[in-house]
């Protein structure tokens, strides 16, 4: 069978797409793969290092931007679709799978246009504009949460199901993971990260908590983003030599295994992380992401008793510093979390979702026959 994969701009979509595609291959031995992108986007460095064929389309978004620019990128969108049709002519694939970003506008309405099945992955409470329209003609669509069923249309063939994430987020193990990292049997780790790129508001309300801790035996490992790491580290300065700084971590399953504890934005990819891993934290959600997501996503996790989740806005480093101190000491709390994220985890959310394009994809063949 042939896949064509769709989605970029951020990690956010551009991971689960790799993971959904590692799936199909493991399913398919066969299985031939084209991942459409755009020569700007994250996905244009990221996904020719999986090995996993890419080709490019013109895109762009129209959200929140002036009336020029969205005519711009209502052009590049038209310019997208048309080079998006060439691509799936050539390739023929028997299903289209996306997984969001403006790129993948395009490339599902040229899909629909071909006739192509389309299946399409979201990864929010509150899903992105690309697949709220285009859930009503897809075959199945995948959401990690019920909440998010209210924000597609009555006819959207909806597949609860988590995000998709790397095995290996899973399989690392606790007391391996300590020793490698040099952390000692009775120390408590709080892992601190504010996305993939960092955020300046979220590392200066994370320092100046951290600062406030008083936890025995107490280890911070502090990923900051690449532009924030020098600012960061200032901003300590040798107040803190419990504190491990990292600008990027190439050894997250390691971390998170190792973590009793943690601060984070909302973004889906870690809150699917911080399931699987069931490790109890306080989110601090973005406030700059296209309608508010992160809060969303955040809420829902709160609702079920899985995480503590503070604004940014009007946030105290005091209140921050009292929450931490919550999910690192009352051992009850940090039960209740790692129950409730259980519930919430879906390890093998990938192979689910790969399952179902499979099957979609050998029945258009079947169909084209």
Do not use: C
């Amino acid at each position: 069978m042939r896949y064509l994969i769709t989605g970029g701009g951020t990690g956010g979509h551009i991971y689960p797409a790799l993971s959904i595609a590692r799936a199909l291959t493991e399913l398919d031995a066969g299985a031939e793969l084209l991942y459409v992108g755009t020569a700007t986007g994250r996905e244009a460095s990221v996904v020719p290092r999986s090995g996993v064929p890419f080709a490019t389309i013109a895109s762009g978004g129209v959200i929140n931007l002036g009336l020029l620019q969205k005519l711009r990128g209502g052009l590049r969108a038209a310019r997208g679709l048309v080079e998006a049709l060439g691509h799936i002519r050539r390739f023929r694939p028997d299903v289209v799978v996306g997984t969001g970003g403006f790129v993948a506008g395009p490339v599902l309405a040229a899909a629909r246009l071909m006739r192509v099945p389309i299946v399409i992955q979201e990864q929010n409470a509150f899903p992105g504009v690309t697949n709220r329209l285009a859930a009503r003609w897809a075959e199945a669509v995948f959401v990690p949460y019920e909440e998010a069923r209210a924000h597609f249309p009555a006819r959207a063939r909806l597949v609860r199901a988590g995000n998709p994430i790397r095995p290996e987020i899973a399989a690392a193990d606790r007391a391996a993971a300590r020793a490698a990292l040099g952390i000692g049997p009775d120390e408590r780790v709080l892992v601190i990260m504010g996305g993939s790129g960092g955020a300046r508001d979220f590392n200066r309300a994370a320092v100046e908590a951290v600062l406030r801790l008083s936890v025995d035996g107490l280890r911070v490992v502090h990923i900051t983003g690449e532009r924030y790491f020098d600012q960061v580290k200032a901003h300590y300065g040798d107040r803190a030599p419990f504190v491990t700084l990292l600008p990027y971590a190439h050894n997250m399953p390691e971390i998170y295994a190792a973590a009793d504890a943690g601060l984070f934005r909302a973004g889906a990819l870690t809150l699917a992380e911080i399931q699987v891993r069931r490790l109890p934290s306080v989110l601090i959600p973005s406030p700059n992401v296209t309608h508010n997501h992160q809060e969303w996503n955040a809420r829902t996790l709160e609702r079920r008793g899985a995480a503590l989740v503070l604004r940014e806005a009007g946030l105290t480093a005091d209140d921050l510093a009292a929450a931490l101190t919550s999910v690192l000491t009352d051992t009850a709390l940090a039960a209740r979390m790692r129950a409730a994220l259980g519930e919430l985890a879906d390890p093998g959310a990938a192979g689910t979702i790969a399952q179902r394009i499979v099957s979609i994809a050998r029945e258009s063949g079947r169909n084209r026959r």
